[in-house]
Every structure is written in structure tokens, then in C-alpha cells.
């Protein structure tokens, strides 16, 4: 017995230098004798909520789950539960913030203006009118302004909706022929971005050479943070028997970067082709740019888009979805992955509006209220074709484990749990902020089209909509089959029947619409916004007796107290 106490002893002592000169188990029951209480639950309650801070969510909730020590400690922490409730609504706390709103404060204002957007007084809207000369024309909402441009007269119009700052509005209303400022040149699209202060028009000159001018929206000089004036594009291989012409173009920015995608038509002796064409810039780095995809066009351009995935990836939208990585300009984009869809798409769209206000040059554009954007890897693509509407998670862009670049991922490997498909029409509007979505669906399809009423549904896709909605609006997990019909390569008509279940909450308004009424809609983090058309319509229905009538913007407020903080 004294043996093996002097035994004992004599492996307590060594154990800290010399771990080796006993067997595992004995070193292992050691340890567990000398440092009794030297674990991480020993540590004072302030020393856990310091370090569970450096977690990320999904790590905080698993520790939080296993151990009742630390669970108190997250429900008692503001701080733990504004991180989780940031990442549950798919956000991040934005990084240069004069906001010294508590904690506290800010965790109860998310939460409640999580729940508002199931509560939202749908008959309760200021009215806008939009006057007269701009009836005719596109529009965009973008940063509280309305923005619109006239390809015919080469002008545009920005107007701020309702009463901004001073120091966050901008108001323009350039005149005709303002952006010909080069001869033999022919405008093919703008692009207005007020949270950076940019204008980009991309021209074309003698039917030839592309270029995009960069200027600030507030003083028509120069961007401050530009390479230069003029972004030129690259020259496309031609034989000397070959004329090219450009037949139409579409031009996105965000940050950094600028992508023109164009459309041509090239001859070569008897022989003809159609090709796209599509470069990306850093356009506050350098003025050219060896960034650049392109083939031949099997199809209108129409039928192709593109979207911007963050600030390092692009998406290519054509029969399939292609990623590539634009880290490195001095190169082509490399393709990360290509996903499959379920059927060829055809008059395709893709809209992914991206909050820009973490790249703003105009520090008055990042106010107080803004303590969030929407995270990009975790926001909601929506494409529109082939009538129907794919909202797809952006997750899926970003979790590439395992996946081959070289070959398609087929769709019902990625497709069904990452998406869900609604159908379209031409009279259907939508529009996608972050994890929500609008839509105007019609109350009876079986309805003919002359007296078809629509109402909006607002869709919430963030994994915490259901446990914040507290009873309100509709839960959506089981999934749900839509029929498409495509013509098929021997033009033959075909349906295909696709599941999906991405999950989502749903909140259906009683306020009907009109055929014709809607013009379009958008929201954003705080607003709905509705255009009505003008002209002679009353509640929908044309009526030539009465005086035309301007067309008008109503403005939903979905959470008023998010503007008075």
C-alpha cells in the first residue's frame, strides 16, 4: 500500500513535465485529479460571455444547447442574442456605424420590426405623383429615390419619393441629349448608383467601340473614386472579311465592379452568327480589363442575364447557372461550379437587388438607423422565366464542398431544397429584398383577363420568420409542384413537373388590384412601394369619359418608429 501511494505521488509529481513516462490512462486520471476545477465552466460568468462574443452563431447556440451554465449566460447576454438574431433574419451588423444605440435597444427594435412586416397596414400609404412626362418610361426605385431614363431623348430623371435630409437626397433632371457627349455614339444603357454616387453610361461609337463613362451623380464630373473618365472595352477577334455589330446590351454594377454584357451579330462571307460578350471591371482600380467571357449566342439576350454574388462572384444565367470567381481582374473569371436547371428558360431575368451601403463614398448616405446589411451569401436570387419565378437561395452559390467544376450539377441534387417556383404572367410583379419577397399573384386565374383582380403576398424566406411571426401569416415547409411546359429541341411542347421546399412564411393583403392597374412594385428594408398607372384608368377598368389620370407612387411605411430612432 505505502508502495503504491509513494507510486502515486511520484506520477502527481512529473505529471506536468514529463506526460510521457506514464501510461495514457494513469497520466489521463492525474490530470483529472490535480486540476479539479481548472476547466472552462470554472471561469467567471463575464469570462464566458467575452469569449462565446468571438463564436459564430451557429457555434453560441450549439455550446448554449448542451450546457445549462451557458445557456443562462445567453439568455442573460443582449449581445448573444443580437448576434443570433442577426444571423437568424440573415444579416450583418455593419461595420462603420456611428450608432450608440444599446444593445438592448437594438436586439428589441430588430425583433419588432421582424414581426411588423406581418402586420403591415396595406390600405394605409402616402401618394406620390409621378409627373406626367415620365408615364411612359422604366423605372426603378433605388435608396428612397425614384430613378428613370429615356433611351429615345438620352436624358434621365432622379427624384427623391418622399422628404429626405438635404445631405441624402439627390435631385437631377438632365436634359435631352446630355449623356451624347460623344460624336457618332449610341447610348445602350445607364445604370444610377446612389448609395456609391455613380452614373455609368455605357455608348457605343461608329458602331464599333464600346465604352462606359463613370461620373457622380451630384456634379456630372469625374467619380472621385474612378481610374479614370472612360472605361474601355475589350476588342472581340475579327478576320478582315467580318463585320460585327452590336444589337443590345445590359450593364450592372456593384462596388468595385462593373459588368457590360452585349449581344452581336457577326458576318463573315456568306456565313452568319450571333455572340455575347461579357466584361467585368474594377472600375475604381483600372480603366481596361482583361476580365471577359464570352460565346456564341444560341439564343436572344433576352434569354441571358447576370447578377453579381457579392463582391468576388458572378452568376451567368442561361439554360444553366454558372459561377465563376472574379477575385483576380487581371484574368479571365474562373468557373466555380454549374448548376442545372429543370427545364431551357426562356425570357430570362435575374434580379438580386444588393445593398450597397457598406460601399458607399458619400459617408451622409450611412445614417444612424442603418446597423445592418443583408449578407450576401445568405440573401434570395429570383429568376424569371419560361412563366415562372425560381427564388433561390444564395447559400447554395457559396457551399461548394465536394462539387465538380467540370461537370452540371444536376438540379435534383441542388435544386429542390435550395428553391421555390411560383408561376408567371406578364401582368404578375415582383420584387426581392434580402430574405422577403413580393409578388402580386390574381385572385382567380380561371377569371378572363379583362376583369382579373391581383393582391400581393410578401413571402419571408429567414429561418427565424417563423418563431418572430408570433401566430401571424402562414407557414410554408411542405413542399410544392408546379407543371412547366418548354418546346423542346424538336420543337415539340413538353411539361415537366418540379418539386420544391425552400421554406417561408407567407402574409396574403385583402386589397385588390386591378388588370392593368399595377404598374410595378418594389420593397426594401423598410417600404413597400406601389406604382399605379395613370392614363384613363379608374379602380382598373379603362374609362375614356373621364380626364387622364397621373400615374402615382404609394409608399407603405412597414415600420415607422425604424425612421424616428
Not at 325 to 338: F, G, H, R, V
Not at 347 to 376: N, R
Request: net charge negative.
Amino acid at each position: 500500500m505505502a508502495g503504491a501511494q509513494n507510486f502515486s505521488a511520484t506520477s502527481r509529481s512529473h505529471a506536468l513535465t514529463v506526460g510521457t513516462s506514464c501510461p495514457s490512462h494513469l497520466v489521463k486520471r492525474v490530470d483529472q485529479e490535480m486540476k479539479p476545477s481548472a476547466g472552462f465552466l470554472s471561469l467567471p460568468e463575464d469570462l464566458h460571455l467575452y469569449i462565446l462574443n468571438f463564436l459564430r452563431c451557429r457555434d453560441i447556440l450549439r455550446c448554449t444547447s448542451v450546457c445549462r451554465a451557458l445557456r443562462q449566460t445567453y439568455m442573460s447576454s443582449s449581445e448573444l442574442q443580437y448576434i443570433a438574431e442577426l444571423s437568424g433574419q440573415r444579416l450583418l451588423p455593419l461595420r462603420s456605424t456611428n450608432n450608440h444605440t444599446p444593445v438592448s435597444e437594438r436586439l428589441q427594435l430588430l425583433r419588432d420590426r421582424a414581426q411588423a412586416w406581418f402586420k403591415v397596414d396595406i390600405h394605409s400609404f402616402k401618394t406620390v405623383f409621378v409627373p406626367d412626362e415620365l408615364d411612359f418610361l422604366p423605372k426603378q426605385i433605388a435608396s428612397g429615390h425614384l430613378c428613370v431614363w429615356d433611351r429615345d431623348e438620352n436624358s434621365a430623371v432622379i427624384m427623391p419619393i418622399l422628404p429626405i435630409p438635404p445631405q441624402q437626397q439627390i435631385q437631377r433632371n438632365w436634359s435631352p441629349g446630355t449623356f451624347s457627349s460623344v460624336p457618332n455614339s449610341t447610348n445602350l444603357n445607364v445604370v444610377m448608383d446612389l448609395a456609391q454616387n455613380l452614373i455609368a453610361v455605357a455608348y457605343i461609337v461608329d458602331d464599333e467601340r464600346l465604352h462606359v463613362d463613370l461620373r457622380a451623380l451630384d456634379s456630372d464630373s469625374v467619380h472621385p473614386r474612378a481610374a479614370g473618365r472612360t472605361l474601355s472595352m475589350s476588342e472581340l477577334p475579327q478576320r478582315d472579311d467580318s463585320f460585327i455589330e452590336t444589337t443590345g446590351g445590359k450593364l450592372k454594377c456593384y462596388g468595385r465592379h462593373i459588368a457590360m454584357l452585349r449581344c452581336l451579330f457577326a458576318v463573315s462571307g456568306s456565313s452568319s452568327q450571333k455572340l455575347w460578350q461579357l466584361q467585368i471591371w474594377d472600375w475604381q482600380h483600372l480603366t481596361i480589363s482583361n476580365s471577359v467571357l464570352g460565346d456564341i449566342l444560341q439564343r436572344p439576350l433576352d434569354r441571358i442575364d447576370f447578377c453579381f454574388l457579392g463582391n468576388n462572384r458572378l452568376l451567368v444565367v442561361t439554360d444553366n447557372l454558372k459561377l465563376y470567381s472574379i477575385e483576380d481582374m487581371s484574368q479571365t473569371p474562373q468557373l466555380l461550379a454549374c448548376f442545372s436547371m429543370p427545364i431551357p428558360l426562356e425570357d430570362t431575368q435575374c434580379l438580386l437587388p444588393m445593398d450597397d451601403i457598406e460601399h458607399s463614398s458619400q459617408p451622409q448616405m450611412q445614417t444612424q438607423q442603418t446597423m445592418y446589411i443583408s449578407d450576401p451569401k445568405q440573401q434570395l436570387l429570383c429568376i424569371t422565366a419560361s412563366a415562372s419565378v425560381f427564388i433561390v437561395s444564395t447559400r447554395i452559390f457559396f457551399d461548394l464542398d465536394g462539387m465538380v467544376v467540370a461537370t452540371p450539377i444536376p438540379w435534383d441534387r441542388w435544386g429542390p431544397s435550395n428553391t421555390r417556383i411560383f408561376r408567371h404572367t406578364d401582368e404578375c410583379k415582383i420584387h426581392v429584398s434580402g430574405n422577403r419577397v413580393l409578388q402580386a399573384f390574381p385572385v382567380d386565374a380561371s377569371v378572363p383577363g379583362h376583369s382579373r383582380k391581383y393582391i400581393l403576398h410578401m413571402m419571408d424566406f429567414s429561418p427565424l420568420a417563423v418563431t418572430n411571426r408570433q401566430g401571424l401569416g402562414r407557414v410554408v415547409k411542405e413542399p410544392s409542384c408546379t407543371v412547366q411546359t418548354f418546346c423542346s429541341a424538336l420543337g415539340k411542347s413538353e411539361a415537366v413537373t418540379t418539386a420544391t421546399s425552400l421554406p417561408y412564411v407567407e402574409v396574403v393583403w385583402d386589397r385588390k388590384f386591378g388588370f392593368g392597374e399595377l404598374e410595378d412594385i418594389w420593397l426594401d428594408k423598410d417600404r413597400i412601394y406601389v406604382l399605379k398607372a395613370g392614363g384613363y384608368l379608374e379602380h382598373g377598368v379603362a374609362d375614356y369619359f373621364r380626364a387622364p389620370q397621373p400615374s402615382r407612387l404609394e409608399v407603405i411605411d412597414i415600420y415607422s418608429r425604424v425612421f424616428n430612432t
